[in-house]
Nanobody, 120 residues
Framework: QVQLVESGGGLVQSGGSLRLSCAAS????????MGWYRQTPGKQRELVAH???????NYADSVKGRFTISRDNAKNTVYLQMNSLQPEDTAVYYC??????????????WGQGTQVTVSS
């Protein structure tokens, strides 16, 4: 059974920084892709950052140059360092694990989310 637990959210002023953490259990962490998504009440959940088991990363255009995703396989943890935060970054941030058992068997697991609020 996969379990993902996010932490590190909070309230910051525009221009500030936060680091989110996601601790994973119940799977072979080092073999799976991980990602961070965010969602506000009026929008669909969107991909913020993604990191493969090999360490390759990609980011949404809106956060490139400001956010950095990383992983520590020894601790089964993925991080999202968020710098130069803006009010538009305010959202609930969710940790995602994608398990690819086969081409036709792909499974997504989600944490409960952590709130990030950026004041102007």
């Amino acid at each position: 059974q996969v379990q993902l637990v996010e932490s590190g959210g909070g309230l910051v002023q525009s221009g500030g920084s936060l680091r989110l953490s996601c601790a994973a259990s119940g799977s072979i962490f080092r073999l799976n892709d991980m990602g961070w998504y965010r969602q506000t009440p009026g929008k669909q959940r969107e991909l913020v950052a993604h990191i493969t088991s090999g360490g390759s990363t990609n980011y949404a255009d809106s956060v490139k140059g400001r956010f950095t995703i990383s992983r520590d396989n020894a601790k089964n943890t993925v991080y999202l360092q968020m710098n130069s935060l803006q009010p538009e970054d305010t959202a609930v941030y969710y940790c995602n694990m994608r398990v690819v058992a086969s081409i036709e068997a792909v499974y997504d697991y989600w944490g409960q989310g952590t709130q990030v609020t950026v004041s102007s």
